[in-house]
């Protein structure tokens, strides 16, 4: 018996991960290669209501995109913010996204801030990295702190998100010329865009 007839044989019988397993198997296949989209989703909710937090939280994003179902925002974020608060912590970086951009919910930078910081005390380098940004900026915190704000971008980096080095130079440059200029840190505002571009770019998890 192969991975796939076993983890069938087990879902069958009400295994919550298998049916995770096989919902991720059919769906992650690609969308040139799904058989049934109706099958992917009872797997999932089955799994998703016997407490797979993988499940919910695929789920979630599935409402989000519209993949496999039809779009329903605030469904995947009730979704997301289930697993979130479970200690997923892939949702828990959807979810801060979610609160930051208004997606499903109203956006609040706070309760942005406040999934960040949950998902960083574990291990998504994402979380580090957008909490870096806001510190930056000052969305959702009583006071910019570049200095730390540096210091994320910086870990988010050693941890693999190396595409953002231009970020962290210009956080650094900024530092600089108030430290040059003898402003206080925080004082001098310089030209933000490519930061709130950086932000507007971050993609949701959509992994297993």
Known sequence: MNFFDNALHLAKRGDAKSQFLIAAEMFFAGK????????????LEKSSESGCLEAKSLLGMM??????????????????????ESGFSEAQYNLALMYLRGIGTRGDYKKAIYWLER????????????????YFIGFGVDRRDKYLAASLINKAIRKGYDDEMETLKYVLDDISHEYENDYDIGEYDGEIDCILESMDNLKFIFLT
């Open 63 to 84: 409402y989000v995109h519209g993949d496999c179902v039809k779009k329903h925002l605030r469904k995947g974020f009730l979704l997301t913010k289930e697993a979130a």
């Open 32 to 43: 040139e290669h799904r058989k049934n989209n109706t099958q992917i989703v009872e797997w």
């Open 119 to 134: 998902d960083r005390e574990k291990r998504e380098y994402r979380a580090a990295y957008l909490l870096g940004c806001m």
